[in-house]
């Protein structure tokens, strides 16, 4: 029997290359989901583009229309990222399924990496991960092997529809920026930025697997502030924390965040999304802005 796996489908040529790759499999079971943010032109152009390819493979398509996404974070790019993931849990709940499939490829990555790296040179780890864990979902990037030209070959030989999201220019975004400055990089200058943090990430390996091992005890004993207060790893513990529910927080923001729990104060962080964090109960704990603390 194919497993069921969750496939988030904007219209773009990397997602239609994920949907290609696991309507093809034989051990997988794709389920799109689309989510239409009606804040672009391409918007309609792009759900038509899904639709026509899910109703010709009669591959089972849940799309989405957010109303006011903005009240879920203080920018658009948080708030729609939240906003998807919550609808893929939504509905591998409903599907009986926690893998999750993304269609990040390489140029992402070293994008991603970049900017990471110009933020703090000391992290551990660079870049986007093959594999974690979202909102208690198995989230999986199959594609982080291959460059999105390669991926655009493809579609093209094939003759699968694609579109572009004509924002991708708008220099606003940094990720555009970083984005706009590789584009006139050589596939041998980008092979060469890809090794150069993939060997990065690989000399921490055993840090991180440490780490892992650390986190899923602390996570095991309820968010427990005394195993915090004990741990050599506080930063990478809250980064963690929030990244597992969907939250991507300024290392500053932590550090801040770090100095309030090991005071004991009654403190809330706001962490972005409509979440704060804090102590309550000897846990710590992320709640929504508007909930009681006791």
């Not at 590789?182 to 041998?188: D, F, G, L, N």
Request: aromatic share 10%; net charge positive.
């Amino acid at each position: 029997m194919r497993k069921k796996i969750i496939l988030g489908v904007s219209g773009g040529p990397d997602s239609m290359y994920l949907l290609e790759k696991y309507r093809k499999s034989l051990f997988h079971k794709p389920i799109v989901v689309h989510i239409n943010y009606d804040k672009r032109e391409s918007a309609y152009r792009d759900q038509k583009i899904v639709e026509e390819y899910c109703n010709k493979h009669k591959i089972k398509l849940y799309t989405f229309f957010p109303e006011d996404i903005s009240k879920l974070a203080t920018n658009f790019q948080a708030a729609a990222r939240k906003y998807r993931f919550l609808m893929f849990k939504k509905v591998a709940e409903k599907e009986k399924t926690k893998l999750v499939a993304l269609g990040h490829h390489k140029d992402d990555f070293i994008e991603t990496a970049l900017m990471q790296f110009k933020r703090s040179p000391s992290l551990p780890f660079y870049g986007i991960k093959s594999r974690n864990e979202i909102y208690g979902m198995e989230i999986v990037r199959p594609l982080l092997n291959k460059y999105k030209d390669e991926l655009i070959d493809y579609l093209e030989k094939k003759e699968i529809k694609y579109g572009i999201d004509e924002t991708n220019n708008q220099l606003i975004y940094e990720r555009n920026r970083v984005r706009s400055r590789m584009s006139s990089k050589s596939k041998t200058e980008k092979d060469d930025i890809y090794k150069h943090f993939a060997e990065l990430n690989k000399s921490k390996e055993k840090a991180n697997k440490e780490f892992e091992i650390e986190y899923k005890a602390w996570k095991k004993s309820g968010y427990e502030r005394k195993f915090f207060v004990e741990s050599d790893n506080k930063e990478r513990l809250i980064h963690e924390l929030l990244n597992q529910i969907g939250v991507s927080s300024r290392l500053t923001k932590i550090d801040s965040i770090v100095r309030n729990i090991d005071a004991n104060n009654s403190r809330k962080y706001r962490v972005g999304q409509g979440l704060s964090i804090g102590v309550e109960k000897g846990k710590i704990v992320v709640k929504d802005n508007n909930e009681n603390w006791s």
